[in-house]
């Protein structure tokens, strides 16, 4: 606590899109609460504060710290492995955080890949001398350093001890202050602590449970993409042929994508037990495939559900979309320098 007996507050930003940051100004004029409650002592995007600031707060400093990102380079690992000291709370704060999200996508390749599609395949780049990033550069001011691209992505936990976790792309406004009421509660000392490791700011059962469209005994022959087909309004997508990973994912967002056409994405995460958030969407999906028909042999019968299968779009982007990092798979079985088949690497780099 400060002197004046407020908790601090931190947040800060890594491998992501910055849709975590704006979520908490989502909370609208309950933002003016916070700026009451707390004394804000670490947020880069919303004031001037530097990392030095945080490298002199002693341990443990910041009572609660928001942290949204991906493990994606040196400097976000740093920073975490900074703010977990310096932060009696540490929060993964949205699907980057927790799961990897889309920037962990990058594991289906390799690092030296990506590095040539966006700096020299990319028709944006204008890089005619084919320059790639280095670490470090020998300029006539001295040696510029920048953060060290790593193979692979890792969720916030996978890096370091996460107390909490408020899943999300990005965190539902509504959720996100229902948790900072319960810290602050608790921080005054008039309430507990949920339990280390929960997931907090969600549900406990899947989107479909809180999804009002009109669910019948699903058969599905073919899946579509979303400017394929108009959906028949109030009546489940997935019954529609269009992929919903509704019944793979945590409630807690409102089922907000399903009620304007737009099938679950699986920004929550899995449910409770679920191991593998993709695998989970894979065995729902094969209990509503329609194939086969009376005296049809075993493989004729498996080719028609592959069939079937086979009209999903990039099965990998839509099951681990945000899932990725904390999958059984983890990242595709490639090395770090030139894409050729290899081990799964163990570390970030």
């Known amino acids: 606590m400060s002197d004046n007996g407020k908790p601090r507050f931190g ?40 990392y030095e600031d945080v490298r002199g707060y002693p341990d443990g400093y910041i009572d609660l710290c928001l942290f949204n990102g991906a493990i994606r380079n040196t400097e976000n690992e740093e920073m975490a492995r900074l703010l977990r000291r310096k932060s009696k709370v540490l929060v993964a704060f949205g699907s980057c955080a927790y799961e990897g999200c889309i920037p962990a996508l990058s594991n289906l390749t390799s690092k030296a890949d990506t590095l040539q599609a966006v700096y020299l395949n990319s028709p944006s780049t204008e890089n005619p001398s084919g320059i790639l990033p280095q670490p470090r550069t020998s300029v006539p001011e001295g040696e510029l350093e920048i953060p060290e691209f790593y193979h692979t992505v890792k969720s916030l936990g996978q890096v370091v001890p996460v107390d909490y976790t408020i899943p999300g792309c990005p965190p539902e406004p509504h959720q996100i202050w229902a948790v900072l009421e319960t810290v602050v509660a608790a921080l005054k000392g008039q309430a507990d602590l949920p339990p280390a490791g929960s997931i907090i700011g969600a549900g406990q059962t899947a989107v479909c449970e809180e999804c009002p469209l009109t669910k019948n005994e699903k058969t599905v022959r073919r899946f579509y993409r979303p400017w394929e087909v108009k959906p028949e309004p109030g009546l489940c997508l997935l019954e529609q042929g269009l992929v919903c990973m509704g019944p793979a994912t945590r409630g807690g967002c409102g089922a907000l994508c399903p009620q304007v056409g737009m099938g679950c994405r699986g920004c929550y995460g899995p449910l409770d037990g679920v191991e593998d958030q993709g695998a989970r969407m894979l065995t729902a999906l094969a209990s509503v495939v329609e194939a086969g028909r009376p005296g049809m042999d075993e493989h004729t019968l498996e080719k028609e559900i592959e069939a079937v299968m086979d009209t999903i779009a990039d099965p990998a982007g839509t099951f681990y979309r945000f899932s990725m990092a904390h999958s059984i798979l983890k990242r595709a079985r490639v090395n770090g320098n030139g894409g050729k088949p290899g081990l799964q690497s163990g570390s970030g780099e």
């Open 11 to 50: 947040m800060y930003w890594a491998s992501s899109c910055g849709g975590c940051e704006i979520s908490v100004l989502n909370i609208h004029d309950k933002l003016l609460v916070v700026d009451e409650v707390f004394d804000v002592v670490f947020w880069p995007c919303a004031a001037d504060f530097k």
